[in-house]
């Protein structure tokens, strides 16, 4: 782990550490969490690794979810009748790990089946390719560069919610720098040669913007201006003084080039149903609501929401119905474009991927909304399998829109836990590549970039950046092996970038390629083995030399110097545990 120096604080912060445990609670969505909807089936996935060798255990992954409580889990190792069957004692999450020796060289499909209480049942599958151990170790791969699919919007995170919300700081606001460093840690998160060059943003409303966590700003300014006119407005309800440091961090990011996405969490009470979801009602007044805070940053703040979604996680416990959720895009969409605002609406921004292919289904086919849509966005937490990711990338490229990933994070075990690790790294740019190569996403947003090392609820398991407490009033910040995994994906691989062919696509060390904007290739290869690799990448083009970036154990994001291509192929030596960026210059 690396630490950058201790750096004092202000009183405000110290208040910060002492109690923000507090907050977290809702930190990933709605109520604790992200959570599967309980009219949905259960959840499974599998995961390991995508090459083993015969003789050696091979350890799979598994996770599942549901609500109504889970029966068991078998998995079938697709070798001659050899099952397990995991006792999942009715938990509404079950995860861990289990093992097999595999006898010979063989390609196999490991299947694994859930059941629930309510009589539900999911499955999922994981390809696994068993090398003899003669060929362990040397891997081959293709560049093909004819070979196309999406392109890339950027990187993304949310401000740090679990400060915002209570106490009206933000660390990126509060945290003071030190003397003749300009802003160090927006340069950590938005620089694309010193940092991580995040260029997207996600605001929520409920604690980022109208303050109704802190009461620093009333959301009733339009509870009273019954005329369909965003215009009219309570202004009594702005707090506008420099104590709400959100906005100037939000202002901050944007004169830095990242584009503001606002997202609604809730909705004031005069408008809403039991269930926090918007009363079907109030539809119109939802929409000028909404109208209302575009305005207000624009004109009193200067921020430009270039996205907004109009509910996190619609679906999840079925706060807001499918049918409800297009209606609500319909009029939305139609006051936006009646005002004139170019703000593009990026939805479902479901709980789960089979849920954002239901939401979506529904709304694509008005025309109004079409024609205002940015973007189809989805959480993760539910159905990531292949088979709902195709399904949902089909549904927006046939609309002509991309694939956004708005909240997701790879957390250590234990929550908050202080011991970020390689295996922490890795997990999450493998995440990143599955959501990149089976979901064609465009955007990947990692769900906070702050977090306070202070407690299981201080939002450091999941943060790209880590602050600790260091005694009295001071902090030091730290970035984990999560960070520069996740730097080996967004500083090179930037807006515009179109990813491209690379075979195997599931190889020991798993690849994902790019071709940027001015014509390079970019290739990331994850190894998660405990075993190095020898890699012979082919494809290259015109290139004679290729730059080399890694983050492993014992590397940070660390400048290899160059390799040459020889006869089109570069020879690699890929260490165990590691992401590895090769960019090759392909004009």
């Not at 030091?476 to 990813?499: H, I, K, M, N, T």
């Amino acid at each position: 782990m690396v630490m950058v120096p201790v750096i004092r604080t202000s009183t405000g912060a110290c208040c910060l550490v002492s109690l923000i445990a507090v907050s977290l609670v809702i930190a990933c969505g709605d109520g604790g969490g992200p959570s599967v909807p309980q009219d949905l089936p259960p959840d499974l996935s599998l995961s390991g690794d995508s090459v083993a060798t015969a003789g050696s255990p091979y350890v799979l992954r598994y996770r599942a979810t549901d609500d109504s409580g889970l029966r068991f889990i078998v998995i079938d190792w697709d070798e001659g009748g050899a099952r397990d069957t995991i006792i999942t004692s009715n938990a509404r999450s079950a995860e861990g790990t289990r093992s097999h020796v595999y006898t010979d060289a063989a390609t196999r499909r490991i299947g694994g089946e859930v059941s629930d209480n309510a009589g539900q049942s999911a499955a999922d599958t994981l390809p696994v390719r068993i090398r003899s151990d003669a060929d362990s170790g040397k891997v081959a791969l293709t560049l093909d560069a004819s070979t196309t699919f999406q392109t890339m919007d950027g990187w993304g995170m949310s401000l740090p919610a679990p400060v915002s919300m209570v106490f009206g700081v933000n660390p990126l606001a509060s945290f003071p720098f030190q003397t003749g460093e300009d802003d160090p840690l927006y340069r950590l998160l938005f620089d694309e040669q010193a940092g991580l060059g995040l260029n997207l943003i996600t605001l929520y409303q409920w604690w980022d913007f109208d303050g109704s966590w802190s009461g620093a700003v009333r959301p009733t300014y339009e509870e009273t201006n019954d005329d369909d006119d965003p215009n009219h407005i309570n202004w009594a309800g702005f707090e506008l003084s420099s104590r709400w440091p959100n906005f100037g961090v939000a202002r901050r990011a944007q004169q830095l080039g990242a584009r503001l996405k606002l997202t609604v969490g809730g909705v004031p009470g005069w408008m809403a149903t039991s269930d926090e979801a918007v009363n079907p009602a109030m539809g119109d007044e939802f929409a000028e609501y909404l109208s209302a805070f575009i305005l207000f940053a624009r004109d009193s703040l200067g921020l430009d929401i270039a996205y907004l979604s109009i509910m996190n996680e619609p679906n999840n416990k079925g706060r807001l119905s499918a049918t409800a959720h297009a209606t609500l895009l319909n009029r939305v969409a139609a006051m936006l474009d009646g005002k004139g605002l170019s703000t593009k609406l990026v939805a479902p921004e479901a709980v789960s991927i089979n849920g954002a292919v239901a939401y979506t289904q529904r709304f694509l086919g008005d025309a109004t909304t079409l024609a205002r849509l940015g973007a189809i966005s989805t959480h993760p937490y539910g159905g990531d399998t292949p088979e709902n990711w195709s399904s949902l990338f089909t549904l927006a490229d046939g609309a002509g829109l991309g694939v956004w990933q708005t909240e997701f994070s790879t957390a250590p075990s234990g929550t908050g836990g202080t011991s970020y690790t390689i295996e922490d790294a890795l997990r999450l740019a493998q995440d990143i590549r599955r959501h990149l190569v089976q979901g064609n996403v465009s955007a990947w947003f990692n769900f906070l970039g702050v977090g306070c090392d202070c407690g299981t609820d201080g939002g450091a398991g999941g943060a790209l950046i880590v602050f600790r407490p260091s005694g009295g009033s001071s902090f030091e910040y730290l970035l984990p092996p999560r960070y520069y995994a996740f730097g080996q994906f967004s500083r090179y691989v930037r807006p515009g970038a179109r990813r491209i062919g690379v075979t195997p696509d599931e190889e020991a060390v798993q690849p994902v390629a790019f071709r940027t904007t001015s014509g390079n290739i970019v290739l990331i290869l994850i190894n998660p083995r405990s075993e190095g690799a020898e890699v012979s990448v082919a494809g290259w083009g015109g290139a004679s030399e290729v730059s080399v970036t890694r983050t492993s154990a014992t590397e940070q994001g660390a400048d290899l110097g160059s390799f040459a291509v020889e006869g089109g192929s570069v020879m690699l030596s890929v260490p165990p545990k590691s992401v590895t960026t090769v960019i090759g210059n392909n004009l």
